[in-house]
Each structure stands twice: as C-alpha cells, then as structure tokens.
Nanobody, 124 residues
Framework: QLQLVESGGGLVQPGGSLRLSCSASGFTLDDYAIAWFRQAPGKEREAVSCVYTYNVRTTYRDSVKGRFTISRDKAKNTVFLQMNSLKPEDTAVYYC?????????????????WGKGTLVTVSS
C-alpha cells in the first residue's frame, strides 16, 4: 500500500526555520510529482510548492518564494521542504501529496496520494 509520511513540523518563532520531510513506503517518489499543501484553521487547503518528476521544474506560491525550497533526496526516497524566514501566517498543517501523472497540480483533486500532515506553528 502506498503511504506518504510527513515529519519535521513543530513550534518555531517568527524568522526561524524548519525542514519538513516527506517519505514514502511502497513506491519510489522519483516516479511522481510531489507537492506540499497546507491548511490553516478555517481555510481551504492550498498548494505551497511542488517538484515535477525528474526535477524538471519546481513551483512555489508567491507568498513563499525566496523563503521555501523544495528538494528531493533520491537515495533516501524523501522530499524536503526547507522553510526559512517563517511568518505567523505560515502556521498550518502541511501535507505531502503525490501525483502519478508526474506533473504538478495546484488543485487538491489533481493529486493522487496524501499523507496525514504535520503541524507547523509560527509564534512568539
């Protein structure tokens, strides 16, 4: 069974950094486009960043450009989201998602598999 597992969330002060990890069991992440979404309380789930298969392209939502970086570690079968200069508005549950088609989607419905999420809280 295909499973995605997120880790690395936690409480951090504004301006701080966190690195989220998305690991997989049952399949190779390199064969999928992998995206990070987030959902804040009372808000819809939104796309944050995505990496296409074979790293041909990465995408970021405007509010995280220059602060977040998505990357793959093929040997570890893991995708990372490095988050720097965190702001209170980055507070959310962050989800990892995979798309079999290999291209990224900003739509929740465009992704095929989901993890259960990891909570990121940015607060002083």
């Amino acid at each position: 069974q295909l499973q995605l597992v997120e880790s690395g969330g936690g409480l951090v002060q504004p301006g701080g950094s966190l690195r989220l990890s998305c690991s997989a069991s049952g399949f190779t992440l390199d064969d999928y486009a992998i995206a990070w979404f987030r959902q804040a309380p009372g808000k819809e789930r939104e796309a944050v960043s995505c990496v296409y298969t074979y790293n041909v392209r990465t995408t970021y939502r405007d509010s995280v450009k220059g602060r977040f970086t998505i990357s793959r570690d093929k040997a570890k079968n893991t995708v990372f989201l490095q988050m720097n200069s965190l702001k209170p508005e980055d507070t959310a549950v962050y989800y990892c998602a995979a798309a079999l088609i290999g291209t990224c989607s900003e739509s929740v419905g465009g992704m095929d598999y989901w993890g259960k999420g990891t909570l990121v809280t940015v607060s002083s």
